[in-house]
Nanobody
Framework: QVQLVESGGGLVQSGDSLRLSCAASRRTFADYTIGWFRQAPGKERECIASTRDSGGISYYIDSLRGRFTISRDSARNTVNLQMDSLRPEDTAVYYC????????????????WGQGTQVTVSS
């Protein structure tokens, strides 16, 4: 069982930055693929980035590449999502999720979810 807690959301202006954190309860966090998802009002939840310790490779959806950066702090059992140059269309609830398998951008593939953190970007 893995418990995930997101933090760092809030209300910001267009062009600002935010750093979201996902803290995990389990020491073997390193064995999990961690994904960041977001769900905007009226839209489906989408995977925007994922990372796994083995291989050291991270994946992003193309539309966010260069603005969002996912990073892992294994000593603190956290995965962070640095979001720069935020836009109003980035407004969404952001979730982190964990799965024991390899990379996937399908929410059904993830076994554990956090409660979500709201990010609101005003114009």
């Amino acid at each position: 069982q893995v418990q995930l807690v997101e933090s760092g959301g809030g209300l910001v202006q267009s062009g600002d930055s935010l750093r979201l954190s996902c803290a995990a309860s389990r020491r073997t966090f390193a064995d999990y693929t961690i994904g960041w998802f977001r769900q905007a009002p009226g839209k489906e939840r989408e995977c925007i980035a994922s990372t796994r310790d083995s291989g050291g490779i991270s994946y992003y959806i193309d539309s966010l590449r260069g603005r969002f950066t996912i990073s892992r702090d294994s000593a603190r059992n956290t995965v962070n999502l640095q979001m720069d140059s935020l836009r109003p269309e980035d407004t969404a609830v952001y979730y982190c999720a964990a799965r024991t398998g390899g990379y996937s951008n399908h929410e059904g593939a993830y076994n554990y979810w956090g409660q979500g953190t709201q990010v609101t970007v005003s114009s």
